[in-house]
Nanobody
């Protein structure tokens, strides 16, 4: 099993920045990639970004490309999501996820482990 704990959410004004962290523990050697998703009440979970645990390759949803940066610290088993130029439409609960395989990583079902989520609210 892998446990994921997110932190770093909060309230920020439009145009501001936040950095989310996701600390992984347990059987982390099983992880192929980690990702971030976000979700609004009553909506489906939306893909944000992915990073390969081995070579650091990154992938982004078009809606956040150029504004968000995903990175990792393998020594600390931690993944980060740096969010800049935030917009009100970025408001959501953000979830960290870990997947054991390297396909379909833009969809939630490709991930095996999930964190509890952290709220991000962007005011206009």
């Amino acid at each position: 099993q892998v446990q994921l704990v997110e932190s770093g959410g909060g309230l920020v004004q439009a145009g501001g920045s936040l950095r989310l962290s996701c600390a992984a523990s347990g059987r982390t050697f099983n992880i192929y990639a980690m990702g971030w998703f976000r979700q609004l009440p009553g909506k489906e979970r939306e893909y944000v970004a992915t990073i390969s645990w081995s070579d650091g390759s990154t992938y982004y949803a078009d809606s956040v490309k150029g504004r968000f940066t995903i990175s990792r610290d393998n020594a600390e088993n931690t993944v980060y999501l740096q969010m800049n130029t935030l917009k009100p439409e970025d408001t959501a609960v953000y979830y960290c996820a870990a997947g054991r395989y390297g396909y379909g990583l833009t969809i939630p079902t490709a991930y095996d482990y999930w964190g509890q989520g952290t709220q991000v609210t962007v005011s206009s």
